[in-house]
């Protein structure tokens, strides 16, 4: 009984399982950013959009299927040479889009693989016309190069390149060794230029400065002789004015009652004291035969006084007729 059932089964299965098929081949569902190329009887016949898509059975079949994002392929490491014959060692990553998956089907077996070979041999062109100084330091400009160089290739293969990035520029350990040489002597040297330049500044700061103190100085010494001079100046002018102002009253009371008597006085006491300020002063003196006669100098005076006060103010004096004391 159970025989006669699965027999009977089977064709029901075998019918379910030809429709699964036929169903599957029929209806093909494409993901987001993927481009499906179908060909029909062995000829291209479109490509499908992502969703779903109606296939003709035992006609149509799906023969490449591309992914549309962004990939980042890795460009092995290879030896170029540089314009100055020296060997470097390069690698990088290309990134890649295809654009247009019927391009990408049909314009090359394979435009992946295409795209690096061409920027492997992009790179070794753009090093060899470049010193290795400048290609070390020179890594924009390769990068633009080299994704140019495959973008205008690349473009019959439905791929947009869209950037091309260096990883590493490894020169030979010899050519390392002598550039760090190279760079150690030249910041040695510079650091030798930066500090004679601050001792030089250092000296140029030191003498504007030491000729700045000695302007302040002799400034400053100019200005205390013109005022020391005109302390003095203004001195003499009070004393001047002082003495003027003592002689006029000495004058002015010589003129009244008992004047002339007191001015005898008073020259005998200055006669008197400045002798005795002489002796003190000096161990060699020149002493008159009549040191005595004081009055004979008094009266002198005094007929100079009374002579003065007969002219009046502003005549000129005479020569006094009085004889000279005679020196011994």
């Known amino acids: 009984m159970f ?26 569902i494409v993901p987001q950013q993927q481009s499906w190329i179908v060909e029909r009887l062995g000829k291209f016949h479109r490509a499908l959009q992502p969703g779903l898509n109606v296939l003709v059975p035992f006609a149509d079949r799906v023969a490449y299927r591309f992914d549309l994002r962004e990939k980042p392929t890795e460009v092995p490491a290879q030896v170029c040479i540089s314009l100055d014959n020296t060997t470097l060692t390069v690698d990088g990553f290309l ?3 295809i ?27 753009e090093i060899g016309k470049l010193h290795l100084d400048q290609a070390l330091s020179s890594r924009q400009l390769l990068n633009a190069a080299v994704a140019a160089a495959v973008e205008e290739a690349a473009t019959n293969w439905g791929i947009k ?4 990035e260096i990883k590493d520029i490894t020169p030979p350990a010899e050519i390392l060794r002598a550039m760090e040489l190279q760079i ?18 250092q000296q140029i ?27 003095e100046a203004r001195a ?13 009253a000495i004058a002015a009371a010589a003129v009244g009652e008992g004047g002339i008597e007191a001015l005898q006085m ?16 000096s161990t060699s003196l020149v002493i008159p035969a009549d040191l005595g006669n004081i009055g004979s100098l008094v009266g002198t005076a005094m007929q100079i006084v009374k002579a003065s006060s007969i002219r009046g103010p502003g005549t000129p004096p005479q020569e006094p007729t009085a004889s000279v004391p005679r020196v011994g």
């Open 236 to 248: 003499i002018g009070l004393v001047a004015a002082a003495t003027a102002d003592a002689i006029r």
């Open 3 to 28: 025989m006669t059932f699965l027999i009977s089964f089977i064709p029901l299965l075998l019918l379910l399982l030809f429709g699964f098929a036929i169903l599957r081949a029929t209806i093909r």
């Open 99 to 125: 654009t247009d998956a019927v391009k990408a089907a049909y314009g090359s077996s394979n435009p992946m693989a295409a795209a690096m070979q061409l920027a492997q041999t992009s790179m070794r062109s």
């Open 95 to 97: 990134y890649l889009q």
């Open 266 to 281: 008073q020259l005998a006491k200055s006669y008197i004291d400045q002798w005795g300020n002489l002796a003190k002063a």
């Open 184 to 201: 150690t002597a030249e910041r040695e040297k510079r650091a030798m230029i930066f500090k004679s330049e601050g001792q030089r500044q």
């Open 161 to 164: 390149v869209l950037r091309y």
């Open 205 to 231: 700061n030191t003498s504007e400065g030491q000729r700045q103190q000695e302007i302040n100085i002799a400034d400053g010494r100019k200005q205390a002789e013109i005022l020391r001079a005109e302390g």
